[in-house]
């Protein structure tokens, strides 16, 4: 069965450092988002990207995340310069786009800022 | 304002005994309902979902869920509970597609031999 898949599955990172998180969504799909869950709170929407850009984004997206496309198979998740604050599980979901989808989710990605 | 309440934080159940876990939503539309799980060290792995048209809708490993609109409840049941069930369930609600979706708190679910 096809899946989202993430890596790494673990990050530690120091403050202020830049970090990217990898996704490879389904093949055939092409929107793409990236959700986080901060530890013990809700799993909370950051952006969404369709067509090589941004299509809807959160206020958590500000200006110190980006998301890039960089080649066929690939969606990345930068976080320019990282705050301990942005410590959480991060999923990758990517949806086939037809009207009555539905996301599927990556194994997620942990990323510890320290 | 969206959002989804799922008022039990953790439930404890027996294997064998039946499940009910709780979800109410404010949506300014015409909601968009899922159910997700999640196990230990995995991703999030969708049960159900409902667009529309019958409002009892059945799920992977043997869930359903039911749509109450004059409730704004989308509340998922088990008739048995198995120990591999064990896992963090969360109720989501979004617009057409799978965009911006808005999620709960999550329900741990706990089963006792």
């Known amino acids: 069965e096809p899946e989202v898949t993430q890596t790494p599955s673990h990050q530690v990172t120091q403050m202020g450092q830049e970090v990217i998180l990898r996704c490879v969504p389904i093949?055939?799909?092409?929107?793409f988002y990236w959700y986080r869950q901060i530890l013990g709170q809700k799993v909370e929407f950051l952006v969404s990207f369709y067509n090589n850009e941004i299509s809807e984004k959160s206020e958590i997206f500000d200006d110190q995340f980006s998301v890039e496309r960089p080649d066929g198979s690939n969606f990345t998740l930068k976080i320019r310069s990282t705050k301990l604050e942005d410590s959480a599980m991060y999923f990758c979901?990517?949806?086939?786009?037809?009207?009555?989808?539905?996301?599927?989710f990556g194994q997620g990605t942990r990323l510890t800022v320290v | 304002a969206q959002s989804v309440t799922q008022p039990d934080i953790h439930i404890t159940v027996s294997e064998g005994a039946s499940l009910e876990l709780r979800c109410n939503y404010s949506?300014?539309?015409?909601?968009?309902l899922f159910w997700y799980v999640q196990s230990p060290g995995q991703g999030l792995q969708l049960l159900l979902k409902y667009f529309s048209g019958d409002t009892l809708v059945q799920g992977i490993k043997g869930f359903e869920a039911e749509f109450k609109r004059s409730q704004s409840s989308f509340n998922l049941r088990k008739p048995s509970v198995h120990w591999s069930d064990a896992a963090e369930y969360f109720c989501?609600?979004?617009?057409?597609?799978?965009?911006?979706?808005?999620f709960g708190t999550g329900t741990r679910l706990t089963v006792i031999p």
């Open positions: 979901a990517s949806s086939d786009g037809t009207e009555n989808t539905e996301a599927f």
């Open positions: 949506y300014g539309a015409t909601p968009y």
């Open positions: 989501a609600v979004g617009p057409r597609g799978a965009n911006n979706l808005f």
């Open positions: 093949s055939n799909h092409l929107y």
